[in-house]
C-alpha cells in the first residue's frame, strides 16, 4: 500500500512532521510565494501523482490561506493525485450561521460548499458547531472531528489542584460537564449576552462555596478574550483566585492575549493555532481521525 503524502501549507510544518510519524507518511515539498503584486504562485515540487495527497493547513485567519489552499488542492488533482484530504485542526467561518440581520451573508454554507468541491474528505479539531448539528449539515465530503475534551481533562488533572471549572454560557453545559467529569471536578456555567464583536455582559453565579478551588475558565475559541477577562474580573469580585484560562483553539486578535495574561494566573491554548499559549498537542487525536481515510 501507497504511503501518503503529506504537505504542510506555511506554518503548518510543526503539526505535519508530528502527523507524518505518527502515520508513517511521506513528507511533500511544495514550493509557494506571492507575486509582488500578491497573486499566489504555487509549485509541486514532490509529484502527488497515484498517491494520497493530504494538505495540512489549519485556518485561522483564513482569507489569504484558503487561495493558497484551493490553489494546491485542485493542482494535486490535475497532477494525478488519487486522493485529496484536509486536515485543519482550525476550521474557519463556522460563526455565520444564519442571517441575524437582513442582506447577512450566511458565510459558513458558502465557505463549506467552496471547500467541498475541492477535497474528497476533512479532518479538524471542535469546530464552533452552534445551529448545525454536524459538519455535514454544510459539508458534501466525509468529515471527521477530534474532540479535544480529553487532553484538556488530562492537562487540568496534570497541571490543576483542586479546580473548579466554569464555561461562558449554557450553551457550553454540556461540553464543559464532560470536561469536568474526566478532571473529577465541579463545574459551574456562565450566562452572556453578545451585544457586538467586543461587547459581552456576562452574569456570574455565586461562588463563594468554592473559594478553596482554583477556578478553570474554558471555551472552544478564544479571540477578543472578553468573556474571559469579564469572568475574571467578577471572580476578583467574590475574592476567588486569579483563573486559569483553557482554550481549544486560540485566535487571540489585538491585544487580547496580553490583557488576559494581566487576569489570569496562567493561558492555555492547544495547538491548533500556532502561538506561544500552546500546551496540549492535538496530533495524537488527529492521527486518530484520519484512521481509514490515509
Known amino acids: 500500500m501507497t504511503r501518503p503524502l503529506i504537505f504542510a501549507l506555511p506554518d503548518n510544518e510543526t503539526m505535519a512532521a508530528k502527523l507524518i510519524a505518527t502515520l508513517g507518511a511521506d513528507l511533500g515539498q511544495l514550493e ?8 499566489t504562485y504555487l509549485r509541486f515540487v514532490t509529484d502527488p501523482a497515484g498517491r494520497t495527497v493530504v494538505f495540512v493547513c489549519t485556518l485561522d485567519r483564513p482569507d489569504p490561506k484558503f487561495l493558497r489552499l484551493v490553489f494546491a488542492a485542485r493542482a494535486a488533482r490535475d ?3 488519487r486522493q485529496v484530504g484536509v486536515v485543519a485542526p482550525y476550521l474557519a467561518y463556522m460563526r455565520q450561521d444564519k442571517s441575524f440581520h437582513p442582506g447577512e451573508a450566511v458565510t459558513s454554507v458558502t465557505f463549506a460548499h467552496l471547500l467541498s468541491g475541492r477535497i474528497d474528505w476533512l479532518v479538524t479539531v471542535d469546530p464552533h458547531l452552534h445551529r448545525y448539528k454536524s459538519l455535514d449539515a454544510i459539508y458534501s465530503v466525509p468529515s471527521r472531528v477530534a474532540h479535544a475534551a480529553p487532553l484538556l481533562a488530562v492537562w487540568i488533572r496534570s497541571n490543576v489542584e483542586r479546580p473548579l471549572l466554569i464555561g461562558p454560557d449554557i450553551e457550553s453545559e454540556q461540553w464543559v460537564s464532560a470536561v469536568a467529569g474526566m478532571a473529577d471536578a465541579p463545574y459551574r456555567v456562565l450566562r452572556k449576552e453578545r451585544r457586538g464583536d467586543r461587547d459581552v455582559a456576562i452574569s456570574v453565579p455565586d461562588l463563594g462555596l468554592f473559594a478553596d ?18 469572568t475574571a474580573r467578577h471572580l476578583r469580585e467574590q475574592h476567588l483566585r486569579p483563573p486559569v484560562c483553557i482554550a481549544v483553539h486560540g485566535l487571540f486578535s489585538d491585544e487580547s492575549y496580553g490583557k488576559l495574561k494581566e487576569v489570569a494566573s496562567t493561558v492555555v491554548t492547544t495547538n491548533s493555532v500556532t502561538h506561544p499559549s500552546n500546551a496540549i498537542d492535538l496530533a495524537p487525536i488527529i492521527a486518530q481521525s484520519m484512521a481509514g481515510l490515509v
Do not use: H, K, N, Q
Not at 478551588?213 to 469579564?230: A, F, H, K, Q
Open 213 to 230: 478551588r482554583v477556578p478553570v475558565l474554558i471555551d472552544d475559541i478564544v479571540s477578543t478574550g472578553r468573556t474571559m477577562i469579564e
Open 79 to 81: 497532477l494525478g493525485a
Open 32 to 39: 509557494t510565494r506571492s507575486f509582488p503584486d500578491g497573486e
